[in-house]
């Protein structure tokens, strides 16, 4: 937590995106245990990429909850598949979120 209070990582889009993946791997290691201090990251996270007009990368931005910002565990979500389309139900604020799949 610490570490990223400390690094001035702002300044350039690369640093922001960088600093984006950073931020969401480690809210992935807390998700379970700590999903509180995971929504923290996910918020900062967000809170860079609409800043610095800096993107999500696709990956990273399916695995929480766009509406409450819920990191997505096995047990605050579901995926469904049906008709060409992924669908997540966030548990935590009962959204969905549709993304379609070859
Ligand atoms: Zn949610």
Same mark, same amino acid.
């Given at each position: 937590?610490?570490?990223?209070?400390?690094?001035? %990582?702002?300044?350039?889009?690369?640093?922001?995106?960088?600093?984006?993946?950073?931020?969401?791997?480690?809210?992935?290691?807390?998700?379970?245990?700590?999903?509180? *201090?995971?929504?923290?990251?996910?918020?900062?996270?967000?809170?860079?990429?609409? $800043?610095?007009?800096?993107?999500?990368?696709?990956?990273?931005?399916?695995?929480? +909850?766009?509406? +409450?910002?819920?990191?997505?565990?096995? %047990?605050?979500?579901?995926? $469904?598949?049906?008709?060409?389309?992924?669908?997540?139900? +966030? *548990?935590? +604020?009962?959204? *969905?979120? $549709?993304?379609?799949?070859?």
């Amino acid at each position: 937590m610490a570490k990223y209070h400390k690094k001035k %990582k702002e300044g350039t889009k690369e640093n922001a995106r960088q600093h984006i993946i950073e931020l969401l791997e480690e809210a992935g290691k807390v998700a379970v245990a700590k999903p509180e *201090l995971a929504k923290r990251y996910v918020f900062m996270a967000r809170k860079i990429s609409s $800043r610095l007009k800096v993107s999500i990368p696709d990956n990273l931005k399916r695995r929480f +909850c766009k509406a +409450c910002g819920a990191y997505f565990t096995s %047990k605050n979500s579901r995926i $469904r598949l049906n008709k060409g389309k992924k669908t997540y139900y +966030c *548990l935590v +604020c009962q959204s *969905l979120k $549709r993304v379609p799949y070859k």
